[in-house]
Structure formats: C-alpha cells, structure tokens
C-alpha cells in the first residue's frame, strides 16, 4: 500500500514537471516550487460524512494529493502540525454579483416613458440581455475577496445583476495571490435569469410581473423558431440563449409564489432551473418539493421587531411577526422533505452576517452535516464542479479552512483560508485566545472583566460589583490595549500588556487618570459564562404554528367538505321556482343534491335555517382583489398576459369578501391599454394555493378597455399610440386584422413563428375567448360592437357601462350584457352622464346585467349595491339578487355551474342572519362546494386567537431585545387596493 502511495506521489509530481509555460518571464529568475505541504494531526472533514481524526492533508501545486489517516508525507514536505484543530472544505457561495460593478441606472428624460428598444440587432426588449458575459466586466475584488474567506468562502459564482435575462456568469475562486489566469475557474458557469427589469433601460415592457413572465415565455418561443433557421436578420441575443443552453440555468425567484412561477416557465420548455429562492419556501413545502428543483436559499432571516411602543407596535402584522419568528426554519424545512439546495449570502448586508444567520437556523434543528454538503458538495454539483470542488478527495482543489473546532460554533475561530493552495490567514494561530472572566487589580482597585467577542476581535466589558465602567480593547501581536471610564467623573485609565504563551496571568502597566503609572495584573477566573436558556437541555426556540394562508385568519387546518342539510331556510333560489319559504337543501359531494320540503339527512350534518335566507354565493363580474399586479401597460395591447400567473392566494381581501358572501370572482386586467391581459376567474377557497382557486375548465375571458384610460389623458404620458378615441379603434381593427393574418397562416400548416399574444386575438375570432370591455360612453361602445360584427364577433360584456341606458338596445340586439356599478357617478368627465338607474333600465330592455365592485372594499357589500336597484329602478328583489348571482354566472359562462340554488350545481351557498339585500345582514356562513371556508362563530374565535398570538410575540420579540438582540423599527405597510388604472 505503501509503495502504491508513493508511485501516484510520484506520477502526480512528474506531471507537474511536466507541464511548461508557454509565457516568457520577466519579473526575475523564477522556479516553481514543487515542495508538498503536509498539514498533519488534525481532524479533516474530508467530505461532509467523512471526518478522520488525527489524519493528514497532503497538497502540493494548488491540489489534494491525498487525505487520510495513513497518508505518506514525501521528504520534500513543509510540515505543519495542527494538532488540535479542524479542516473543512472551503465553502462555495453559487450566487453573487462579486467583483462586478453595479451597472448604472439609465437617466430619465422628462415624464413620457420609453417603449421602443434602445439596440438593434438584439432583441426587441432591452431587459433581455442573454449575450452579456459577466466575464467581460468582471474585476478581482480583494476587499470584498477577504470580507468573504472570513466567513469562510473559497470560490464564489458571479454575473451581472440586472435584467430578465441576464447573461453568462463566472466561477472565482478567491485567491489573492493568483491572477484571473488562475482564479478563473470557468468563463461562463451559467446563464442567469429573474423577473426584475434592468436598470439600465427605461423601456416600459414589463411593467408588471405579469408581464415579465410572458415576456420569458415569448422569449423561448422566440429562441426556438430562430434555432430552426426562420428569421432573416440576425439577432445576437438569441443567437447567445442558444448558444448557452448547455449551461445551467439560474432563475432568481426571491419568494415562495415566485418559485413555483418560475418553475412553470421551465416546464413549459423543457427547461430545469436552479431557482434562487427568498427563504419562505416552508410555507408551501409540498409544492416546492414537487418542482424537483434545485435551489439556492439565502438565510437573510429578518431581526425582531422594537415593539417596546404599543402604537408602533400595533403597525406590524401578525404575517410580518411570524415571519420573524418562523423564518430560520426554512433550511430545516426544505433538508427534511429532501429537497435539494444551497445557501448563499445573496441578500445579507455583509458577508460577515451569514455565521451568526447560519447558527440561528441550527438553533431551529437543521442539521450540520446537511448544513456542510449546503456549503460545499451541493454548489459544486449545481456548478457542475464536483471532480474539483467541494471535498478534500485526491487531486480535488486545494480549498480548505483550518479553524479551533466545529465550525458551525460560535466560539470557534477560523485561523486560515486555503484557496488553489495559497494560504490567507484570517486569525493567526500563533495568538492566544484570551476570551473569558478575569479579575484586573490595578490602582488599589479589583474590576471583574469579561472578554468576548470573536477570536481575532475581543471585547471587553468592566464592573465592580453593579457598577458598570465603559471599556475598550484591542488586541494584536500578543499584545492588548484597554482603556476604562468612569462613567460618573469620565475619568480615563488606559493600560497595555504582554500576553504570555502560556499561563492564566496577563501584566502590564496602567496610566491612571492622573497621569501616574500603575501595573496591572488580569488573572483568569474562568470562561465565560454559556446562554442558559438555550444551554438548557438543548431546548430549541418556540416556534409559532403555520396556518394556511400563513398570516391573520388563515386555518390551522383546511376546511374539508361535509355533506350538510339546511332546514327551513327561506331559499332564494334564482330559479324559476323563485324564494321558497321554509325550504330544505341538501349539500353532497360538494353539490346540492336536494331542494324541497322535509328531506331526509342521509347523515348529514343538520343546520337550522328557521328565520335565516340562503342564497348562491355571490359573483363578482369585475374585481382587482387578489393579484400581484393588474395592469401590463408597456404597450398598447398586452394579450400576452394572463391574471393567471399572479393570482394572490393571501390576499385578506378573499376573507373579507367571503365575510361578505362572495364566492366567485373575476380577476380582470385593468384598463391601461385598448387590449389588455387575460383574466383570472377564481373561487375564493381561502388557505388554498393560487392554481387550486383558478376554476378547473375556466372560460377564457380578455379584458378590453375605452376613454380616457386607453388614450392616457390621465396617466401623463403622450407618446404611445392611440392619443384619442380615433385612434383606440384603429389599434382595435389592426390588432384583428393581424391576429387574421396569423390564424391563416397558422390553419396552412406553414411554419410560423408562435405568437402568444395574437394566439389570443385569433381566439377571440374563433369564438374561443371572450371579451369584457371597460366602458362609458355610448359612441365607444357603439364602436366596438361595430368592429366586433365587421369580424363576425361579438363583444361579451361591457363593464361599467355607465352610459349603458343610452344604447341598451343596440346591446341586446348585439348580443352584449353589461355589468355596471349600482351608483357611481361624475368622478371623472367621462362619467358624468351616469345614473342610479342604468342599471334597470338596461335589464328592462332584455339585457343580462350584473352589479360589479370593481374595488376591494365595495365588493364585500354588493348584497347592498343590488338592493339599490331596487330603490331606483323599482326592480323586484329577486331581480335585483339575480344581478349579483345567476346574472354574472351567466356573463361568465358559468351558470350551469354556480350562480343558483339547482339540482347538480356546485353548492357554493351563504347562509345569511336576514334578508340579503338588507344592510343588517351578515353572512353567517359562506360555503364553497360544501366546505365552509367563512363562519361567524369561526372567525370570532380566530379573533381572539390572534390577540393571544400577537401578544406572545410581542413579548418573545422584547425578550429579543433585553438579551441584546437586533431589532428593527416597525413601519407601517400599506395594503394597496387595486383598480382598473392602478399601476405598478
């Protein structure tokens, strides 16, 4: 065995001899050292699951020669004794911006925004910029280089970070001592990605997340069909996205919602991101780990909140508090249902923050040998650097940390950082730890001194029995330098001393406030003293319960379906059997099985409706709760969007609305562009993930809009096409005409280039897609309907339609419903011929009409909007209900699902304590295909559990404080509500 070891020693050394220089020098007579370094006695993580005791690292020209308990040391060995101390692996940090400067934001010039691309011959969008090369413009930083061997790195992946689609990055390794000729471990290590725009462009697409996600998918749809060889002129940015689909792909997400969006993207093509996460990922563990994604997590863990002032204190949510409580068990999370990832020190202020963030998630049980692989073999595999990265295995990289022992320790230190062989020392070993309790009698007086701190920065805290005395230290090169203060006379003694090798006595000489000189001597008592809170039994922090959503109401647990019986209830059918007094109605299977006189349980749960109502839930035709973002209006049509993508499933909105009644909604674009995105139309299944309240089978809708939105007389903004009501309908008759075009071609069988947004268009020709178009003015309106039939289409709603009583029978002859406010009126000039009775009027005339919210806080209440009908238009009140029920189900297509009370339809139900239309009515509970996800009695006790809850994490986050903590100042945050002109 012996003689096998020296034969590769040998080989290995040959090879070194081997290899000449192809470069002349210069610089001086040079040769090259081919001595070894035996770094021998030491405990050596070799691997993270293989750790040798007393064993020897054996390295020589920047690489492991051998690793091991019997490793022979060749004679031209420098030996160096670590007896005592550990050797780990270097850590990897695969996501970075180092040693790239920041690009600069692009100046703005005046208040119109830019639509056009600045470049040619790149592709259209400037925020998609596959062809940078972080290599191009990167440049060695030695200060931020040591600022990351101190927290323990060795080779660090970099790009540039700005943009959609951002470039090529490089792999570093950190070491001074070389040139880029070595540090440069690989020129383009990956291709990179996000949803964020670049700074160094004002171009307006995107202006939405929304939009970033069509775009990435236009994107690759683009690189696909220039692949095959169809465009005719070139385009070097998706000449480089090809070129680079060999490399792994990073995706910065930054949350949980953004993860799984990212992922889609992938899927759609084929693809396999390695997605950089936002440390939320345990709120939705069963869907991260079903992405079978890699992922790198940054553990930027937020500080406590300062709520030592109840009103300040009264501005953080209970989301917000628990997010600090809860957050440091992500690492934990993801290691146990087994998904793959690596940390990072993306997101931190400073590297130097990422050990004190790393220890707080061991506090919450992540374990430290999956900490280590997070660190070392998990970013080489992701690099794909696993033959040279990531352990001390023979002929790997010479990357490794000596330290005093676990480096996951607090009171370790890290002596030295070894990168490419080259060693950097952090903390000299040669200095004695000093840290612990001492006794220093000086000047007739005795003072009890604690010095903690790190290794290589001590600290020093003075008293005399309760009396504190402000104190500092320094120490370097064996020496120390303290001053103390009298706090009450400021007085200043200042003192300096040898620290000896060995020994429990530091002396020295001390200059007294008086100028006198004095010696001093500071005799060890001790250690310093362990947490005992945490020390005891290893007791880990309380950690909070999730609740789904995780925030304020969100369920311990989520609602099942139950198979229910309601008795007596006055039933409101919105059928043709009308309000049926002490009626029955069966819920099973999440249907209604059953409506009548004295039916049978079949044992269901029995609900006593005597003296109560029960309606369908209520439908809202035309909503903005709910979504990340609503307007895309970087052009002037965006039919590539979908509401979809940004459906918000913890938006608390869906809880008020259902304490409202609502069951249903549509999720409508806004109106900041003629052709807007299409919509979203979601049950309100509150707990549930987004995609599980998009409604399976959806109808497809896009949203459409007229006035002043779309010609942008309010938005400031007079450089994009159309700047009139002309020119909305030209954009209209364009827009078709070319989607005719391109379903032509497509119907040939030709090649095509695919095109997402007039996919769209062309189903709206097909009568696939339907439209629902904000709207005022009767001349608008008209127009439409005529561009509609002169493509044999027809226009399927016009929302708000405040004009709606002018043109109401043109409407019914088109074919088109209206879905209005009840009475709102003169809030900006287009509206100012708006009436309270609109909305009758057009019913009168054999329009569908539906009352619709179109605003956060009015949707909660539009059992009150249609009760107004009938005050104004002396509708019946079982007309005026059909119009936030069966009305807007049929607008939406789906009245054979919901919007009544009938045999086989889903049994979305409320349970109201009145008459609905009654403005002393509550929902008592609102059911969604039998399971309830609002109940009154529910939601009071969920009330006082959230006191309780806040008041244990105020208390928790004070307790924070007083043991010296970080903490941060609470702000308040302002939930937004979305509207039709609502911008991001």
């Known amino acids: 065995m012996k003689r096998t070891t020296l034969l590769v020693l040998w080989l290995l050394g040959l090879g070194t001899v081997c290899a000449q220089d192809y470069f002349p020098n210069n610089s001086g007579v040079k040769e090259k050292n081919s001595n070894y370094t035996a770094l021998t006695n030491a405990t050596i993580y070799i691997s993270p699951g293989q750790v040798v005791q007393n064993g020897t690292l054996l390295i020589q020209n920047g690489k492991v020669v051998a690793s091991g308990r019997n490793v022979s040391v060749p004679s031209n060995s420098v030996s160096i004794d670590l007896d005592g101390k550990t050797i780990y692996p270097s850590f990897i940090d ?38 940078n090369r972080a290599m191009d413009k990167f440049k060695y930083d030695s200060k931020a280089a040591t600022e990351m061997r101190k927290a323990g790195f060795g080779v660090v992946n970099t790009h540039i970070m700005d943009g959609i689609a951002r470039g090529t990055g490089v792999l570093v390794a950190l070491n001074d001592d070389g040139s880029d000729a070595d540090r440069v471990l690989n020129d383009d290590s990956g291709q990179f990605f996000s949803f964020s725009k670049s700074v160094t462009s004002r171009q307006s697409y995107p202006g939405s997340l929304m939009g970033s996600i069509a775009l990435l998918r236009q994107m690759h749809y683009d690189a696909d069909w220039y692949a095959k060889g169809n465009s005719e002129t070139k385009d070097r940015s998706l000449e480089a996205l090809i070129a680079s689909r060999g490399l792994t792909s990073f995706f910065e997400a930054g949350n949980k919602g953004n993860d799984l969006r990212a992922d889609k993207i992938a899927d759609m093509f084929n693809l396999n991101y390695v997605i950089v996460g936002g440390g939320d990922e345990y709120e939705m563990m069963d869907k991260i780990k079903a992405t079978n994604a890699r992922f790198i997590i940054p553990i930027n863990f937020p500080d406590a909140f300062d709520v030592s002032d109840p009103y300040a204190a009264d501005f953080v949510s209970l989301a917000d508090m628990r997010e600090w409580n809860q957050a440091p068990m992500n690492p934990k999370s993801l290691s146990d249902a087994g998904v793959t990832f690596a940390l990072t020190t993306h997101d931190l202020k400073k590297a130097g923050d990422f050990h004190g963030k790393l220890r707080k998630a061991l506090e919450y049980g992540f374990d430290k040998t999956k900490a280590l692989e997070s660190l070392t073999t998990v970013p080489a595999a992701i690099l794909g650097q696993s033959d040279a990265l990531g352990t001390l295995e023979n002929g790997k990289m010479a990357n490794f940390l000596i330290t005093s022992g676990d480096i996951f320790d607090k009171s370790t230190t890290i002596y030295e950082n070894w990168v490419q062989g080259k060693k950097h020392v952090i903390n000299s070993m040669d200095q004695r730890d000093i840290r612990g309790q001492y006794n220093l009698t000086a000047g007739g007086k005795t003072y009890q001194v604690k010095i903690e701190g790190s290794y290589g920065k001590p600290s020093m805290s003075t008293t005399i029995g309760e009396t504190k005395y402000p104190s500092k230290l320094t120490y370097s090169n064996d020496w120390i330098t303290f001053s103390i203060t009298d706090d009450a006379t400021k007085a200043v003694s200042r003192g300096s001393g040898l620290v000896p090798a060995s020994g ?113 839930g209520i439908i809202d035709e035309h909503s903005h709760i709910a979504a990340l973002s609503i307007n895309e209006g970087g052009h002037n049509s965006s039919a590539e969007v979908k509401i979809e993508d940004v459906v918000d499933s913890e938006d608390i909105n869906i809880y008020r609305n259902l304490a409202g009644g609502v069951t249903s909604i549509q999720i409508l674009h806004g109106s900041a562009n003629p052709i807007g995105g299409r919509s979203a139309i979601i049950k309100l299944k509150w707990g549930m993930e987004a995609d599980d309240l998009i409604y399976d089978n959806s109808p497809k809708f896009i949203k459409f809009a007229l006035g002043e939105n779309v010609k942008q007389s309010n938005w400031q903004s007079y450089s994009r096409f159309p700047q009139s009501r002309m020119g909305v309908e030209q954009v209209f008759v364009n827009y078709f005409n070319r989607a005719k075009e391109y379903d032509a071609i497509k119907k040939s069988g030709k090649s095509y280039r695919y095109d997402e947004e007039l996919e769209v268009l062309a189903e709206i020709l097909n009568g696939e897609r339907f439209i629902s178009c904000h709207s005022y003015v009767q001349s608008e309106i008209n127009m439409l309907m005529k561009v509609a039939e002169s493509f044999d289409f027809r226009v399927n709603t016009f929302t708000h339609i405040l004009e709606g009583y002018k043109v109401a029978d043109k409407m019914k002859q088109h074919g088109v419903g209206g879905s209005t406010f009840s009475d709102w009126w003169a809030y900006k000039f287009e509206v100012n011929d708006a009436i309270p009775y609109n909305a009758a009027i057009m019913a009168a005339e054999g329009v569908t009409v539906a009352i619709n919210s179109d605003d956060g806080e009015m949707s909660r209440r539009l059992n009150q909007e249609a009760a107004k009908s009938v005050k104004y238009g002396g509708m019946s009140e079982e007309e005026a209900w059909k119009m936030v029920t069966i009305n807007p189900a049929k607008l939406l297509h789906l009245d054979e699902r919901v919007g009544s009370i009938a045999v086989g339809k889903d049994a979305d139900l409320v349970l109201w304590t009145d008459n609905p239309l009654s403005i002393y009515a509550k929902a008592e509970k609102t059911i969604i295909e039998g399971t309830v996800f609002f109940d009154l009695e529910t939601d009071k006790a969920k009330r006082e559990a959230i006191k309780a809850e806040r008041s244990k994490l105020v208390n928790m986050m004070l307790s924070e404080k007083n043991g010296g903590g970080k903490t941060r100042a609470p702000k308040r945050k302002e939930n937004r509500h979305f509207h039709c002109e609502s911008l991001n």
């Not at 139950?562 to 009626?583: C, H, K, P, S, Y």
């Open 94 to 131: 695969a996501y970075t911006g180092f040693g790239v400067e920041k690009p600069k934001r692009a100046p703005g010039s005046g208040r119109s925004p830019q639509y056009e691309a600045t470049r040619q011959g790149f592709y259209w969008n400037d925020h998609i910029m596959p062809e």
């Open 504 to 616: 429990n006595t530091i002396s020295g000489k001390l200059v007294l406030p008086s100028g006198m000189e004095s010696n001093f001597t500071a005799t060890r008592t001790g250690d310093l003293e362990k947490d005992e809170k945490k020390a005891e039994s290893g007791a880990s922090p309380e950690i909070m319960p999730m609740t789904y959503p995780n925030m304020s109401y969100g369920w311990t647990a989520l609602p099942t379906a139950q198979n229910m019986l309601f008795r007596n209830a006055t039933v409101w059918t919105g059928e043709a059997d009308g309000i049926l007094e002490n009626t029955d109605v069966l819920i099973q299977n999440g249907k209604i099985a059953a409506v009548g006189q004295n039916l049978n349980a079949r044992g269901a749960r029995v609900i006593d409706a005597t003296g109560k109502h029960l309606t369908a």
